[in-house]
């Protein structure tokens, strides 16, 4: 079985700082993670995914997220962060080559942006 | 290409009652997922189909039930509706859950009163 932890529930920062949602995830199996965003009364968005190859994966609007084995990490970062970036970030892990598989998620970090 | 549709947006129930939510998927993709979103819970999984087969269920009670059409259209039902039954109902399609290609759509907003 699979869990996530994303260790803040509430991350705010102000406009063109950087930022570091972290996630934290356990299995006794290979997994895949991703990052999703979610804005008030919509659904999920993916922002970004780790399937396999590099660790480092990137979002089209300046996100990026590593993938740690060792720290079992795939912490979701932004060196400058905008307004339009508040929302709520979702960190998932999902089993690969599992028929049915489902993503599990984290409870979810609040990002607000001021200016 | 089109994405995940739910329908309807909005619902609003009465306790006893019981309620079907509908998800019309991605052109082509096969896998339906079905989640619950709560404040107090989060995001938990319920049940996904593929060519009209459960594959796999959370830890819900037998209340709640889906199925699966053949144009791989989708329905989740909820019967005897509770009002912590009062959720966020997502769905996400894939051509198969296990390739990590998750769409979700808006979701449908369901409140018991």
Same mark, same amino acid.
């Given at each position: 079985?699979?869990?996530?932890? %994303? ?9 063109? #700082?950087?930022?570091?949602? @972290? ?12 990052? !999703?965003? %979610?804005?008030?009364? %919509? ?6 995914? !780790? ?13 990026? #997220? ?8 795939? /912490?979701? @970062?932004?060196?400058?962060? /905008?307004?339009?970036?508040? $929302?709520? !970030?979702?960190? $998932?892990?999902? $089993?690969? /080559?599992? $028929? ?16 | 290409?089109?994405? =995940? ?10 306790? &006893? +009652? +019981? ?12 896998? =339906? ?20 087969? +459960?594959?796999?269920? &959370? ?8 199925? +699966? ?42 409140? =018991?009163?």
């Amino acid at each position: 079985a699979q869990s996530v932890t %994303q260790l803040d529930s509430q991350v705010p920062v102000f406009e063109e #700082a950087p930022v570091e949602l @972290r996630c934290n995830y356990s299995s006794s199996v290979s997994v895949y993670l991703f990052w !999703y965003v %979610q804005y008030p009364n %919509q659904g999920l968005q993916l922002l970004l995914k !780790y399937l396999s190859g590099s660790t480092l994966v990137e979002s089209i609007n300046g996100f990026e #997220a590593e993938f740690n084995k060792s720290q079992t990490s795939f /912490h979701l @970062r932004k060196p400058s962060v /905008h307004i339009s970036d508040t $929302a709520e !970030y979702f960190c $998932a892990v999902s $089993a690969p /080559h599992q $028929a049915g598989t489902a993503l599990i998620f984290g409870k979810g970090t609040t990002l607000s942006v001021s200016s | 290409k089109a994405g =995940v549709t739910q329908t309807p947006r909005y619902l609003i129930k009465t306790r &006893g +009652q +019981q309620v079907t939510l509908s998800c019309s998927p991605i052109s082509g993709h096969r896998s =339906v997922s079905w989640y619950q979103q709560t404040p107090g819970q989060g995001l938990q999984f319920l049940f996904e189909y593929f060519s009209e087969t +459960q594959r796999n269920k &959370g830890n819900f009670p037998g209340r709640f039930s889906g199925r +699966q059409f053949s144009n791989s259209r989708s329905e989740m039902n909820v019967s005897t509706l509770e009002l912590g039954d009062s959720a966020l109902y997502l769905c996400a399609s894939s051509l198969a859950a296990e390739d990590g290609g998750y769409t979700f759509g808006s979701g449908t907003r369901l409140t =018991v009163v």
